[in-house]
C-alpha cells in the first residue's frame, strides 16, 4: 500500500509541474495591471478567509492557538501584500541611462509547506510566486495537508475569476516524500522555496535546483542591564508565546545581566511565567526531547498547562510560559534546544561581552544564521552585539517572532526567512517577489574600447541613446585629460603644497607625520619619509559657507565616507580620476559656488 501511494504521489507531482510550467507560459506574458489584479483578488479572499482557515489549521495539526492563526494569515495577506503591491515585476523595472533592468520571471514554484505553519505559509508563498509572474505546486506537510489544500483552492478560484490559468496554482493530494523530492528534482521546476526541517531543506539544496531554504532558529534574546526590564519581559513573553512558539524567530533562550537578573525574574512571574525547580525542570527536560535527544514533536505547538502535564508536574492557573535555569549549552543540556513551545531557558551572566558570548553559543549550538534579540537602551551595544552575532536578524527591543517576519520592525514582511551561508542557505534576505525574478540588464557603451588590431579606435554610440540628465554622458576619449597633463597638474600643486607647509604646520592647518620606508633592508639605515596631511575644513556651525579644498585623493574619499562627512568642491579643485569615481559613487561632493 505504502509503494503504491509513493507512486501516485510521484506521478501527481509530475502531471502538476507539466501542467503547472504550461500554464507559466501564458502567466508570463501578463502585463503589470492584470498580475496585479489578480493578486489583489488572492490577497482578498485570504484575508476574508483567514479566521475560518486559522481554526482549520489549528484543528488538523493541534499547534499553537486558533486566533493567533488567523493573525498570521492576515498578516500573509494583508501586510505582505500592501509591502508589495506596487513593486514592478514587469518589463522594465530600473533605468538609469546607461544600464536598464527588465524583469523575468523563473517559472514553476515548487513550494514545500510545513505543518507549524500551514495555511499563512501557503498564503505568503502563493502570493509571491503570482506577483513574480511565475506559477506554483505546493507540496503540503501530511498532517496540515487538509488546510494547506483548502487555503489553495480558494485563492486559486479568486485568481481564476481574474483571468489566472487555473494550472498556476496546484496542490499536491498524496503526501508523501517521494512525490515532493519528485517535485523538488523535475524538469520543469525552476526554483524551490523550502519550509520544514533541516533535512527537507537539505534535500532541496541537494536536488539541482536553486532553492530558497530556511533552517532552524534556536532564537536567544539578551536583556542588558540598561533595558527597560518591564517591557523586556512583556516583548519576550509575547514572542515566545505567540501561537505556542510555532514561529521559528521565536525566544528560545533568555540570557540576562546579572545586575537586573532579580528584577527580570520578577517581571517574569508578574507577566504569567512560571520558574520550575531542578526537578521539575529535570521532568520536562524529559518530555522536552525523544530517545534520540532530538526535539520531541508531541510538546511542539502546545501550551505551558499541556507540557506540564504531559512531565507530570503541577504550575500556577494561568501559567504562560515555563523557564528553567540553565546550566550551560549543548546536547547535555535538553533547555537549550529550539524547543517551538512557550518554553525558556534562563542563564544569568556578567556583563555585556559574556551576554554576547553566552548567545553566540546557543546559536552555534542550534539557531546559526536566523535570530538573535537584544533588550537595551544603548544604540552602539546593539549594533556591537549585532556584529557579533551569526544571526541574519538582530532584533531590539521588540518581540523577536514579530521582528523578524517585518510585523513590528521595518524588514521586509516574510513567511520566509533566509539563514545565510551560517545557516546553509543561499540568502540571509526575508524572502520576496525579488528573489523569484531573473533580471536581465540592457548596458549600454559608456566607455570607449580602442582596437589594438586595426588601429581604429570605436566611438562609443551612446549619444544616440536618451540619458536623463546632461551630465549623466560620458565624455569621449579626447576630452579627457591625458595622463602626462594630470601628472603635471598634480606635481605643479603638490610642489606649491610644500612650499606652504612650514607656514601651516605653525599656524596647526598640516599634520605630520615620520615613517620610515618599507622596503628597506635591515643592514641599511632606513630613510624616513614625512606625509602630511591637509586637516580638512568642516562645515561653518553658524550657517556660513564651508571651505572647499583644491585637492582631493582617492584617500581623502575614503576618509569621508567613513566619518560620513561631505567633501566641500569648487570649479577649480582637482580631483583625481579614482577620487572622483568613488566620490560620485559614494555621493561626497557637495559643489560651493
Known sequence: MSEHKDLVSQQEAREAVEAAHLAWKIVAKFDQVKIDRICEAMANVALAEAARLGAMAHEETGFGKAEDKREKNRFAAEDVWNYFKNLKTVGVVSDNGSVVEIASPRGVVAAIIPSTNPTSTAIFKIIIAIKSRNTIVLSPHPSAARCIAETARVMKEAGVREGLPPDAINCLTTSALEGTETLMKHKRTAVIL???????????????????????????????????????????????????????????????????????????????????????????????????????????????????????????????????????????????????????????????????????????????????????????????????????????????????????????????????????????????????????????????????????????????????????????????????????IVDKFLSQ????????????????????????????????????????????????????VDFVSETDVRTAVEKGEKIYVTAKTIITPAARDLGDEKEIFAVVK
Open 194 to 488: 523550502a519550509t520544514g526541517g533541516i533535512g527537507l531543506v537539505r534535500a532541496a539544496y541537494s536536488s539541482g535546483k536553486p532553492a530558497f531554504g530556511v533552517g532552524p532558529g534556536n532564537v536567544p534574546c539578551f536583556i542588558e542591564k540598561t533595558a527597560n526590564v518591564e517591557k523586556a519581559v512583556s516583548d519576550i513573553l509575547t514572542g515566545t508565546c505567540f501561537d505556542n512558539g510555532t514561529i521559528c524567530a521565536s525566544e528560545q533562550s533568555v540570557v540576562c545581566d546579572a545586575p537586573v537578573a532579580n528584577q527580570v525574574r520578577e517581571q517574569f512571574k508578574l507577566q504569567g511565567g512560571h520558574f520550575l525547580n531542578q526537578d521539575e525542570a529535570e521532568k520536562v527536560a524529559k518530555v522536552l526531547l525523544t530517545d534520540q535527544r532530538t526535539l520531541n514533536a508531541k510538546i511542539v505547538g502546545k501550551s505551558a498547562e499541556f507540557i506540564a502535564n504531559l512531565a507530570g508536574i503541577s504550575i500556577p492557573s494561568g501559567t504562560r510560559c515555563l523557564l528553567a535555569d540553565c546550566g550551560g549549552v549543548g546536547r547535555d543540556f535538553p533547555w537549550s534546544i529550539e524547543k517551538l513551545s512557550p518554553t525558556l531557558a534562563f542563564f544569568v551572566v556578567d556583563g555585556i561581552e559574556a551576554g554576547a558570548n553566552r548567545c553566540e553559543e546557543i546559536l552555534q549550538f542550534g539557531g546559526m544564521g536566523h535570530t538573535a534579540g537584544m533588550h537595551t537602551q544603548s544604540r552602539e551595544a546593539a549594533i556591537r552585539y549585532g556584529e557579533q552575532m551569526p544571526a541574519s536578524r538582530v532584533i531590539i527591543n521588540s518581540p523577536t517572532t514579530h521582528g523578524a517576519i517585518g510585523f513590528s520592525t521595518d524588514l521586509s514582511p516574510s513567511m520566509t526567512l533566509g539563514c545565510g551561508s551560517w545557516g546553509g542557505n543561499v540568502t540571509s534576505d526575508n524572502v520576496s517577489p525579488i528573489h523569484l525574478m531573473d533580471i536581465k540588464r540592457v548596458a549600454f557603451e559608456t566607455k570607449a574600447v580602442k582596437s589594438r588590431g586595426s588601429g581604429v579606435e570605436s566611438k562609443s554610440q551612446i549619444s544616440n541613446f536618451k540619458f536623463q540628465s546632461e551630465s549623466q554622458k560620458p565624455k569621449t576619449e579626447s576630452q579627457r585629460p591625458k595622463r602626462a597633463e594630470i601628472a603635471a
Open 497 to 548: 603644497k610644500l612650499s606652504e607647509t612650514p607656514k601651516k604646520v605653525e599656524s596647526g592647518e598640516l599634520r605630520v607625520e615620520s615613517q620610515k620606508s618599507e622596503d628597506q633592508s635591515p643592514k641599511t639605515e632606513s630613510p624616513v619619509k614625512t606625509i602630511i596631511h591637509e586637516l580638512k575644513p568642516q562645515s561653518a556651525a553658524n550657517g556660513a559657507k564651508p571651505a572647499a
